[in-house]
């Protein structure tokens, strides 16, 4: 069976070994490897250098996407279990880490000689019930195409995946030594504020697998691991759903996720809709993640009743209200100061995340990290009433040491003279100051609400094309998806021209995206004069770069480069090169240079690009990196 390169599974086995290896070389660095491959590889050698010009300097995600799929015929017929010291692939099994909803999990060397490794591999094991089926292969099949696509700090990283000599399927994944989050808190001693900043981690990594069209589905401590740095890694994708549902389960014998009427979960963390069997999207996964925060604050889980059965579940979450997390630290060592740092914000955090209906809850992940990100930074949180008291309070604490300076001063004042004319002054003053706190206040709260409204209008396309859209439909069909959209968001934000033509741009991006520019073009025609009318500068700056790095494509390098200019003067205009769509705009512009055969200029635009982001903090983050790459290879293109 071969795959989208042509290439068949014996070839394939062959050759993956051999990328693995020149992928942890830089671009240079191949060059030399390829002319010195061994005689037995010596026929590999063109197709290496093809698949590695194709990679992009990335890992292996686009080639593993593309291996060859197992079928029915590829499964292996097993019915033991693996050992301590089998060799699977390239692979030696030291020792059993877990087992997981579609096999075991091994800690593993890598033994073949090209390099040394520690993997995390996961082999499909015989169900109780029968040998192997061909639904298991068809869930490793598609975990290895869903995590090959994802590339974030606080995911776990796909190294390999094949079929070894024998049939067996495996799934070789970054090994994080470490701790389960919730037994790391606990072992660690941490306090309130280091758990919710690891939470936070978690949550990211969830929203990245959001905004690639994943819901993970299986959101728990045991698939949260810590690292001896402190790194969250979000694990397991083996129930993930990509876009469309219809694998049925295989997960007979494994102990912690169980059958619900053939639908994997783990009830403990299971959203209602789970539950019930009805459709998943992105609020199920903050569901999940709303019971992995009240267990990280109070060391138990919502429910006190012990769900094993399907009826007990289902009565709880249709009767039980779920606990204010305050109520529920009595036991702690330190249970009176955790009652006070969670009552207030996080408990009405966690009971929006934990809304039964789903419209109720945090409309996206990014929603419920933003407002934990509000409580550490002692701002208003959106989930609780506004009130100019409770304002007061948050302003006081961002501003605990000036108001401490202005207590010890209004103090020594009391002793001299003149006490009457100056208390009047500071009346007026702290009145005024009081009024401009509170003016202030409901400005960031009216910017907080319309950036969360924008981010709910962002989820909700999101989960619509999750819902309805499988990644095989033709783009007639998309455009039928979308324009029952447009009608919908049309009534929802009538009032809101601006998001209308934000979510106009993403509209016209997606089809971009599959080569349709007469409905890409079609969609940011209309959304142009609503954003230009309400000055969403840097919006329509996106939309000019991706227009003008079409135009280079077509040759029309001039109208690209105008397009570019104008795309520029916006994000002046919005006072916006720090922000992520200038780095849009300067690779764009890179891409166009080079398209015109100016390496050097294009290699200047990409340093520029290279030392906004650090200036901005961004240089953390997983397409720095690739940034980086980039830039090296312009600078080789350059002959730098």
Request: proline letters at 4%; hydrophobic letters at 45%.
């Amino acid at each position: 069976m071969a795959n989208s390169f042509g290439i068949d599974a014996p070839t394939w086995a062959r050759l993956n070994p051999l990328l693995e290896q020149a992928l942890d070389l830089s671009p240079a660095e191949r060059v030399a490897w390829l002319q010195a491959l061994p005689a037995p590889f010596a026929d590999l050698r063109d197709t290496l250098a093809d698949l590695l010009s194709r990679t992009g300097g990335g890992e292996t995600a686009a080639l593993l996407v593309t291996m060859p799929k197992l079928d029915d015929d590829d499964a292996m017929v097993r019915d033991g279990l693996h050992a301590a010291g089998d060799v699977v692939g390239p692979y030696r099994l030291v020792r059993e880490l877990g087992v997981g909803g579609m096999g075991a999990v091994w800690l593993a060397d890598r033994v073949d000689g090209l390099m040394q490794r520690s993997v995390a591999l996961k082999l499909p094991y015989g169900p109780i019930h029968g040998p192997f089926r061909g639904n298991l292969a068809a869930r490793i099949a598609r975990e290895r195409e869903i995590v090959a696509t994802l590339d974030h700090p606080n995911i776990a990283r796909l190294h390999d995946a094949g079929i070894a000599a024998d049939g067996q399927p495996y799934l070789a994944l970054e090994y994080v030594d470490g701790q389960r989050i919730d037994r790391y808190c606990e072992t660690q001693q941490l306090d309130v504020a280091a758990r919710l900043r690891l939470f936070m981690q978690a949550a990211h990594a969830v929203s990245y697998a959001h905004a690639q069209l994943v819901v993970h589905r299986d959101i728990k401590p045991s698939n949260l691991m810590v690292d001896t740095r402190g790194q969250v890694k979000l694990l397991d994708f083996g129930i993930a759903k990509l876009l469309t549902d219809g694998l049925q389960s295989a997960t007979a014998g494994a102990p912690e996720l169980t059958q619900q009427g053939m639908r994997a979960l783990t009830p403990d963390y299971a959203s209602p809709e789970q539950l019930a069997g009805l459709p998943v999207g992105t609020r199920s996964d903050v569901y999940s993640l709303g019971v992995l925060l009240f267990e990280l604050l109070t060391g138990v889980r919502p429910y006190g009743t012990k769900r094993n059965h399907r009826a007990a579940l289902e009565e709880a979450l249709a009767v039980a209200e779920v606990p204010r997390p305050s109520d529920l630290v009595g036991g702690m060592v330190d249970s009176a100061a955790r009652r006070r740092a969670l009552r207030g914000d996080l408990d009405t955090i966690v009971a929006k995340a934990l809304k039964k209906p789903l419209e109720e809850r945090y409309a996206s992940v990014e929603a419920l990290a933003a407002d934990v990100r509000r409580h550490l930074d002692h701002e208003p949180v959106l989930a609780r009433p506004d009130s100019t008291m409770y304002r007061l309070r948050k302003f006081m604490r961002r501003r605990r040491a000036a108001v401490g300076a202005w207590a010890a001063v209004t103090l020594a004042l009391l002793a001299g003279s003149g006490l009457a004319l100056w208390q009047a002054r500071e009346a007026r003053q702290e009145r005024n100051t009081a009024v401009q706190a509170q003016q202030r206040a409901e400005s960031e709260r009216s910017a907080a609400q319309r950036a969360e409204r924008a981010a709910i209008a962002e989820a909700e396309l999101s989960g619509f094309l999750m819902m309805e859209m499988a990644p095989t439909r033709t783009n007639d069909e998309l455009a039928l998806v979308l324009d029952r959209a447009r009608r919908m968001f049309d009534t929802q934000y009538s009032d809101d021209p601006a998001l209308r033509g934000k979510l106009l741009l993403r509209m016209g991006s997606l089809f971009n995206g599959r080569g349709d520019r007469t409905r890409s073009h079609a969609l940011w025609a209309e959304a142009e004069p609503l954003l230009r009318d309400k000055a969403q500068w840097s919006a329509l700056a996106e939309m000019q770069c991706s227009r003008a790095t079409e135009m280079a494509r077509r040759g029309q390098l001039d109208t690209a480069r105008t397009l570019i200019s104008e795309a520029k003067q916006l994000l002046v205009r919005d006072n916006a090169l720090a922000s992520p769509t200038h780095l849009h705009c300067l690779t764009d512009e890179a891409v166009i240079e080079r398209t015109a055969g100016n390496a050097a200029r294009a290699a200047s635009l990409l340093e520029q690009a290279v030392e906004n982001e650090r200036q901005a903090g961004r240089d953390k983050r997983a397409d720095f990196a690739e940034l980086l790459n980039t830039l090296a290879r312009s600078h080789y293109d350059a002959g730098r």
